[in-house]
């Protein structure tokens, strides 16, 4: 998929809230602090959805960067899905540097 | 993805943790196995959906509302880090617009963070403003930014609220 079109998509899909997180992006980095509720609100809030140029990237991936609320950069990597029952977007991973808490 | 139910799901987060009946969530086509128990997801890669995670939140939001206002209100218990952060998360603020929402500096929630300015009267303000968003999600946003129209009210949420803030304890009357 071309990212102007994954843009658009992306942008629909996250306003009707069809986002699915993969266990992967909240519990197998532990030292990143993620949270379910988090990665939710980080999608659905302001950002900047770009390819994922990263060697070890999945094929069709998309990096979704944006800001956390302690002000971090954040990369979610998704993947728009196109089911018979509708498309959605799948957050496979998530990454920021360094957690203060 | 296939879409599977799963009974007597285990939600967990900093506000506790919550055995829910039923749980929808997505394992990946080439999953063949069974799956009916949450112990059987171990090894699998699955997912949830955004609106069941505000769900689950959600409900264990009203949960520790419920157990812990009346406990908070006079001032047996106080508010720990981890249920800062979650409640934060809930209300989906950061630390100046917390700050802005509690009439506090933002240094000073950095200093809640830290457990050294945590009080009764804060802790009720924090309770507070998890209630209302509780009752009626977005509310935080509305009072800090303002906006077109208030956020609809969730009224099973609301009464929930309302009976934790006035009900009274077990040891007094």
């Known amino acids: ?101 | 993805m296939k879409k599977l139910t799963i009974r007597n799901y285990t939600y967990e987060n900093a506000l506790g943790a919550f055995i829910f009946e039923s749980v929808t969530v997505f394992v990946p086509n080439e999953c063949k196995a069974k799956i009916t128990k949450q112990s059987q997801l171990e090894d699998i890669n699955y997912g949830l959906s955004a609106d069941e995670i505000i769900r689950l939140e959600m409900s264990i939001g009203l949960r520790f509302f419920e157990e812990n206002f009346r406990d908070i209100f006079e001032g047996v218990r106080l508010i720990n880090a981890n249920e800062l952060r979650a409640i934060q998360e809930i209300l989906f603020v950061n630390r100046t617009d917390f700050a802005k929402l509690l009439g506090l500096h933002k240094a000073s929630i950095t200093n809640l963070y830290k457990g050294s300015n945590m009080s009764s009267t804060i802790a009720n303000l924090i309770m507070e403003r998890l209630g209302n968003e509780l009752s009626r999600p977005g509310a935080s946003k509305f009072m800090l930014d303002g906006g077109a129209a208030m956020p609809s009210m969730d009224e099973d949420a609301t009464e929930r609220v309302n009976a934790a803030r006035f009900r009274r304890n077990k040891t007094a009357s």
């Open chain 1, 1 to 101: 998929m071309k990212l102007r079109m994954a843009r658009t998509l992306f942008n629909e899909l996250r306003k009707e809230g069809r986002i699915t997180i993969l266990r992967h992006a909240w519990q197998a980095h532990p030292n990143r602090g993620f949270t379910r509720i988090e990665l939710v609100k980080l999608v659905q809030g302001s950002g900047n959805l770009q390819l994922n140029l990263f060697p070890s990237a999945q094929v069709g991936s998309f990096l979704w960067i944006c800001k956390d609320l302690e002000d971090r950069r954040t990369e979610i990597a998704i993947v728009i899905e196109t089911e018979d029952n509708g498309d959605s977007i799948v957050i496979i991973h998530a990454f920021r540097k360094g957690v203060t808490l």
